[in-house]
């Protein structure tokens, strides 16, 4: 059964910095591309950043509203993947959903995690 | 970056009933458009993907049409679980972005 289940999610001061983790299990993590998704308290869903499969080079992409301040990478070893949040704003607030993409078709994701909420105020 | 408009913002519905939901790209996307449905409280759930590909386990009521800039996902015979938020993902440009979202309440 293929599962993503994310954690380091909490309150963060402005300005401060969090680690979030996606731990992945049920699948061959170095085969899939993975992505994070965030959405703030009632509203709708927001892409943030994508890390391409190992046999794509592990390449990343970022949104415009994180690229600089947010870090994408992967651990095969353990098969969790990272999302770094440095320089944290109040409008960062949202529940962060680790996801993976569909071998065909890397950018629609089939399996989402429970989702982190990060809290970011002072 | 893409802007995808989805309308109406709110479907009120019976059971039964058939749902039109529609998302409008601001520049073609060609057929890299997805669909997600969110139930409260839940993480949103792959539904289709390319416009008209149906994911692993979702049942024939659903499906999607549409090229370039405008798509529809249509649920033919509303079950009381669909009543949720369903939203649009257009991956054929970075950045990815999604729709604003349609919920599709009990009427």
């Known amino acids: 059964e293929v599962q993503l289940v994310e954690s380091g999610g909490g309150l963060v001061q402005p300005g401060r910095s969090l680690r979030l983790a996606c731990s992945a299990s049920g699948f061959t993590f170095d085969d899939y591309a993975l992505s994070w998704v965030r959405q703030p308290p009632g509203r709708g869903l927001e892409w943030v950043s994508f890390i391409r499969s190992k046999a794509n080079g592990g390449t990343t992409e970022y949104a415009a509203s994180v690229k600089g301040r947010f870090t994408i990478s992967r651990d095969a070893s353990t098969s969790i993947a990272y999302l770094q949040l440095n320089s944290l704003r109040a409008e960062d607030t949202a529940v962060y959903y680790c996801?993976?993409?569909?071998?065909?078709?890397?950018?629609?994701?089939?399996?989402w995690g429970q989702g982190t909420l990060v809290t970011v105020s002072s | 970056e893409i802007v995808l408009t989805q309308s109406p913002a709110t479907l009120s519905l019976s059971p039964g009933e058939r749902a039109t939901l529609s998302c409008r790209a601001s520049?073609?996307?060609?057929?890299?458009l997805v669909w997600y449905q969110q139930k409260l409280g839940q993480a949103p759930r792959l539904l289709i993907y390319?416009?008209?590909n149906r994911a692993t386990g979702i049942p024939a009521r659903f499906s999607g049409s549409g090229s370039g800039t405008d798509f529809t996902l249509t649920i033919s015979n509303l079950e009381p679980e669909d009543f949720a938020v369903y939203y649009c993902?257009?991956?054929?440009?970075?950045?990815?972005?999604f729709g604003g979202g349609t919920k599709v309440e009990i009427k």
């Open positions: 520049q073609s996307v060609s057929s890299f």
């Open positions: 996801t993976r993409g569909l071998k065909t078709s890397v950018t629609s994701f089939d399996y």
């Open positions: 993902q257009q991956r054929s440009l970075w950045p990815l972005t």
């Open positions: 390319d416009a008209s």
